[in-house]
């Protein structure tokens, strides 16, 4: 005889076989969980007739077998299964976290219990969520093991936790974790034009974002620059790129003089050049016009607004 008492415990009680053979060394009682692979062996004096095994998990099935035991071993099982009664889970959902977001949505997971604390089989789940800012709790519920909160104001924090239930009612609630949904700000129209700035040597300048180049005049000689092209608003912490370039050295401040010689003989006189760079080639006239000039092409690269 087998029956379940207060509390997480079995009472297994027996009498001595009536027939059997060789002399009576003892009992052999095995039990385990239905979802288990492993019985728990107990090895029992002959005098004894009663067992209570303790620490069961309540809301679970156990196989129970009791088998006499001679001086050649265990003999035929007496087998029998038993369900200890179910209990509110007293544990709370595992590892809930957060797994998506949109500007009106936040997607969970979580894990059920621990086993020992489930007290039963787990019927459904239910999520409580509110406004960091508002102290009303709004719920949902589900069968599952995730789910996704729709209908959320963009740009909210929210203020998270979960529990689980048996047939016999509601566990703790988790601790709580905090999500916040995206914001609506970065969406733009088509329509409007989107300004990006180039920010170099304390200064800056402004461009529309469908250009692709921009030249930056009056720049000083042989001198660094540090450009950075960043979304206007966004300096800090907003997506940007740099590129670093050194312009030419100033080598020449007038134009060359030309004279002509007889035979068709063109002779060019070269300033004088105010620099320590060596000088490795002569350009035409028309190149040296447009060296002169102390400037820079920037390309601009495309920025995610």
């Known amino acids: 005889m087998i029956s379940t008492t207060m509390g997480n415990t079995a009472l297994i009680q027996w009498q001595p076989p009536k027939e059997m053979v060789g002399e009576l060394m003892g009992y052999q009682l095995q039990y385990k969980r239905t979802d288990e692979e492993t019985?728990?062996?107990?090895e029992l004096s002959k005098t004894k007739d009663h067992h209570t095994v303790t620490e069961l998990y309540?809301?679970?099935?156990?196989?129970f077998r009791l088998s006499a035991r001679n001086r050649a071993g265990a003999g035929?099982?007496?087998?029998?299964?038993?369900s200890t009664p179910e209990d509110v889970p007293t544990g709370f959902p595992l590892n809930l976290k957060v797994t998506g977001l949109t500007q009106s949505s936040t997607q969970l997971t979580w894990e059920p219990p621990n086993l020992k604390e489930r007290n039963g089989k787990i019927t459904h789940y239910m999520v409580v969520y509110r406004d960091i800012n508002n102290?009303?709790?709004?719920?949902?519920?589900?069968?599952?093991?995730?789910?996704t909160i729709e209908g959320l104001n963009p740009d909210t924090t929210y203020d998270i936790?979960?529990?689980?239930?048996t047939s016999k009612g509601a566990g703790p609630l988790s601790p709580s974790i905090q999500s916040?949904?995206?914001?609506?700000?970065?969406?733009?129209?088509?329509?409007?034009?989107?300004?990006l700035q180039i920010l170099y040597n304390q200064q800056s300048v402004e461009v529309?974002?469908?250009?692709?180049?921009?030249?930056?005049?009056?720049?000083?000689p042989d001198t660094d620059y540090s450009f950075v092209l960043t979304s206007r608003g966004l300096i800090a912490g907003g997506l940007q790129q740099q590129v670093s370039i050194r312009t030419a050295p100033d080598l020449i401040k007038t134009k060359p003089i030309t004279q002509m010689s007889q035979g068709g003989k063109m002779t060019i006189n070269l300033p004088k050049v105010q620099t320590t760079t060596r000088v490795r080639s002569v350009w035409s006239k028309a190149k040296l016009d447009r060296r002169a000039l102390c400037g820079a092409r920037i390309p601009l690269l495309s920025l995610p607004v």
């Open 39 to 42: 019985f728990t062996s107990l």
């Open 58 to 63: 309540k809301g679970a099935t156990y196989v």
């Open 76 to 82: 035929e099982a007496y087998v029998k299964e038993i």
């Open 135 to 147: 102290q009303q709790d709004n719920t949902s519920r589900t069968t599952d093991p995730h789910l």
């Open 161 to 165: 936790r979960v529990q689980a239930f």
């Open 180 to 195: 916040r949904t995206m914001s609506n700000a970065i969406s733009l129209k088509f329509s409007r034009t989107v300004f």
């Open 208 to 220: 529309e974002g469908n250009q692709k180049r921009k030249l930056i005049m009056q720049l000083q």
